[in-house]
């Protein structure tokens, strides 16, 4: 369980208590890479840089951007016919324009999975 404490003026560090003793485990600081992130994608880094009736600008601009993300995703769909087939096909032959072709289909169909969650929960 993680405890949110300030022992200086802003510096916010997360300290970690194991639920059952009640003993502090340890303590990192407050900015790691999913503050970040969520810092990101809730209000640019601007705590109050804009909102519309209360939801930060951040949200809009991430579900802007997922609309063409899933479009893209769903275009490579259509286009790419029978892509389930080939799922881990790479062509290894004299032409090196083959190999990175292939290796690019292959990239993009592994990272469906991955451009569906981001679009998805972006939206």
Do not use: C
């Not at 369980?1 to 340890?26: H, K």
């Amino acid at each position: 369980m993680g405890v949110l404490a300030d022992s200086e003026p802003d510096v916010i560090q997360r300290i970690y208590v194991d639920p059952s003793s009640q003993e502090i485990t340890g303590d990192t600081s407050y900015f790691n890479v999913q503050r970040f992130f969520r810092s990101f994608h809730m209000a640019l880094f601007k705590a109050n840089f804009f909102s519309v009736s209360g939801v930060p600008i951040g949200y809009f601009v991430v579900a802007i951007f997922a609309i063409p993300l899933l479009a893209s995703m769903i275009t490579a769909l259509v286009f790419y016919r029978r892509w389930w087939r080939n799922f881990l096909a790479l062509k290894f032959g004299r032409e090196h324009r083959a190999f990175w072709s292939s290796a690019h289909k292959v990239a993009g169909r592994w990272s469906l999975w991955f451009v569906s969650i981001i679009g998805i929960t972006g939206v």
